[in-house]
């Protein structure tokens, strides 16, 4: 099937490890991005690629790191993580030159600090 | 600045009946889109309706439609013949070119509840 997949669906880690989500499209889409959802529902975007390379760096801590080997994977690792990093991620590809494509969403990692 | 406002924290609707969810944005780009997407309670995003704002005609896709009034910067959702599956939060979202990265940037949401 064609889509935007992402592993794990649930991640549940200790204060100060390090943790890595892949995500993986086949849609051919020249942008992913990654989104963070808070527990109120907010959806914010973290980072954005196209053709690999950084567009968006939104005011995210340095302790995340995006690595976009292909344009159609687009991984997201995190260092040292902390108790506020707890939510919802989403990974999300579109095709920039097409003002209709929408946004295709992974079905999201739920992260878990504790 | 907030890009889209969604003014409705909770809508409920009775099964069978219309419903609209309201949606403002803010751009001074000619040239966007406009995206409304559905989350139920298991959590994926899927996408529901897109309307461009070049588009003369109101959008339309099964029981969705789009209420789009540009000058007034508006692109409310209308569902029709509301089901209990349609309880989820719906959220708002605008692709603004001019942006940065041309990314797309999201309302807060509407938690939308079906009453049998």
């Known amino acids: 099937d064609t889509a935007v997949s992402q592993t794990p669906k649930y991640l549940v880690t200790q204060m100060g490890n390090d943790k890595s989500i892949k995500c993986e499209q086949n849609?051919?889409?020249?942008?992913m991005y990654w989104y963070k959802q808070d527990s109120k529902k907010f959806l914010k975007i973290m980072f954005s690629?196209?053709?690999?390379?950084?567009?968006i760096n939104e005011t995210v801590p340095n302790r995340f790191s995006p690595k976009s080997p292909d344009k159609a994977h687009l991984n997201l690792h995190i260092n040292s993580l902390e108790l506020g990093d707890s939510a919802v991620y989403f990974c999300?590809?579109?095709?920039?030159?097409?003002?209709?494509?929408?946004?295709?969403f992974g079905n999201g990692t739920r992260l878990t600090v504790t | 600045a907030q890009k889209i406002t969604q003014t409705q924290p909770g809508m409920f609707v009775q099964e069978k009946e219309a419903v609209t969810l309201d949606c403002t944005y803010d751009t001074s780009d000619p040239s966007y889109g406009l995206f409304w997407y559905k989350q139920p309670s298991s959590g994926e995003m899927i996408f529901l309706i897109y309307q461009g704002s070049y588009d003369q005609q109101n959008a339309t896709e099964g029981r969705y439609s789009l209420n789009f009034q540009k000058a007034r910067k508006s692109a409310n959702l209308v569902i029709s013949a509301s089901q209990l599956g349609d309880s989820a939060m719906y959220f708002c979202a605008m692709r603004d070119p001019l942006g940065t990265g041309n990314q797309f940037y999201f309302g807060t949401g509407t938690s939308l509840t079906v009453i049998p």
């Open positions: 999300a590809s579109s095709q920039v030159d097409r003002t209709n494509s929408p946004l295709h």
């Open positions: 690629y196209n053709n690999k390379e950084l567009i």
């Open positions: 849609l051919g889409h020249d942008t």
